[in-house]
């Protein structure tokens, strides 16, 4: 069973108010609490659109409702994990790039906390290793991802 802390960030399975049933991508831990039953009782930030609103718990050994964004190796992820990975590394990376955190709890408002210059270096390397390996593993799905990183005309 995985252990989370606060500001893990982790894939659930959620249901949306206009979609149904989703799977969001680079949610963030928001709170944890010892659970007997469980391990853990886990409190993740949801989408706007969620019907259970934010934040939503989980429990830690729900292997079908949360999951870690690196919980497997690279070499073992597919394509879509592959890409949502990749994006975070790059926005984090980016200059003046930051997070939320809840030092409080989740009975409270977030924090914005910009990342050290040490941890954008790190978040730079980790986009380089990803995108190699999308690259390597679904190159169509690579090259649609970088078109949709390239600017559009402006239209007249």
Not at 28 to 44: I, L, N
Not at 86 to 97: M, R
Request: contains cysteine; hydrophobic residues 40%.
């Amino acid at each position: 069973m995985t252990e989370y802390e606060r500001g893990d960030r982790v894939a659930v399975l959620y249901l949306s108010k206009r979609n149904g049933t989703c799977l969001a991508y680079n949610r963030t831990v928001v709170d944890v609490e010892p659970h007997e039953e469980h391990g853990q009782r886990v409190w993740v930030n949801m989408p706007d659109d969620a019907a259970l609103g934010s934040p939503h718990d989980f429990f830690a050994d729900d292997d079908e409702g949360i999951w870690p964004m690196e919980a497997e190796a690279i070499e073992d992820q597919l394509p879509v994990r592959l890409t949502a990975n990749l994006t975070w590394y790059i926005e984090a990376a980016a200059p003046n790039s930051s997070r939320l955190t809840w030092p409080s709890g989740r009975g409270h408002l977030p924090v914005r906390v910009e990342f050290t210059e040490k941890a954008r270096a790190l978040h730079a390397h980790m986009a380089a290793h990803y995108l190699e390996q999308l690259h390597a593993v679904d190159p169509r799905g690579f090259e649609d991802w970088v078109a949709s990183f390239q600017p559009t005309p402006a239209s007249t």
